[in-house]
């Protein structure tokens, strides 16, 4: 693996609350970039990882996850638009969620058990990938990244607080004596 790991950057940054800016140059610094972002991302040990995470302000993620047979997928989507199942073909996953730029807890956050992202690849060639299972729910996650939203903004008042007291909590660096 090449590239860099990149520091995560932490919620209340304002790049991870804001959408992002499309990619209009497929060119060697959005290679760079998209290395950087995969070392990143296995750095932190994570499941994918949007641009704004290591504080670049451009729609792209990357993801390494597996499906709902359990089967690996790897990739990067620029430009992602998320597609999701009509509401009579909706079936919801109560499944739980972490962040990388919320290091710590997680949280229950029903999501659509199926998605499908359409977008680029790296060299500006056109990509669909559909996700199911743990995939599915990153593409969503990935995308919500990028559209300037975090998980816990999913989450009702209480337990964001909650989230984000354990969040704090986690932060807190005891005295050296």
Same mark, same amino acid.
């Given at each position: 693996?090449?590239?860099?790991?990149?520091?995560?950057?932490?919620?209340?940054?304002?790049?991870?609350?804001?959408?992002?800016?499309?990619?209009?140059?497929?060119?060697?610094?959005?290679?760079?970039? &998209?290395?950087?972002? +995969?070392?990143?991302?296995?750095?932190?040990?994570? %499941?994918?990882?949007?641009? @704004?995470?290591?504080?670049?302000?451009?729609? !792209? +993620?990357?993801?390494?996850?597996?499906? =709902?047979?359990? %089967?690996?997928?790897?990739? !990067?989507? %620029?430009?992602?638009?998320?597609?999701?199942? =009509?509401? @009579?073909?909706?079936? !919801?996953?109560?499944?739980?969620?972490?962040?990388?730029?919320?290091?710590?807890?997680? #949280?229950? %956050?029903?999501?659509?058990?199926? =998605?499908?992202?359409?977008?680029?690849? &790296?060299?500006?060639?056109?990509?669909?990938?559909?996700?199911?299972? &743990?995939? #599915?729910?990153?593409?969503?996650?990935?995308?919500?990244?990028? @559209?300037?939203?975090?998980?816990?903004?999913?989450?009702?008042?209480?337990?964001?607080?909650?989230?984000? #007291?354990? +969040?704090?909590?986690?932060?807190? !660096?005891?005295?050296?004596?």
């Amino acid at each position: 693996m090449t590239g860099t790991a990149r520091p995560i950057t932490l919620v209340g940054t304002p790049v991870l609350h804001t959408p992002c800016q499309p990619v209009e140059r497929f060119d060697d610094d959005l290679a760079l970039l &998209v290395e950087d972002m +995969f070392a990143s991302m296995y750095a932190a040990k994570g %499941v994918g990882l949007a641009a @704004n995470q290591i504080g670049v302000d451009l729609r !792209v +993620f990357v993801y390494d996850c597996p499906d =709902a047979d359990d %089967v690996y997928r790897k990739g !990067v989507i %620029v430009n992602p638009t998320l597609e999701l199942p =009509a509401a @009579n073909d909706l079936n !919801v996953d109560p499944g739980d969620e972490g962040c990388l730029s919320v290091p710590g807890p997680r #949280a229950a %956050v029903g999501r659509p058990d199926l =998605a499908t992202c359409h977008g680029f690849d &790296v060299a500006g060639e056109p990509v669909t990938v559909h996700g199911t299972g &743990v995939l #599915a729910r990153c593409l969503q996650h990935e995308t919500d990244h990028l @559209n300037g939203m975090l998980y816990i903004d999913r989450l009702p008042a209480d337990v964001r607080e909650a989230v984000l #007291a354990e +969040f704090r909590e986690g932060q807190s !660096v005891p005295a050296q004596p």
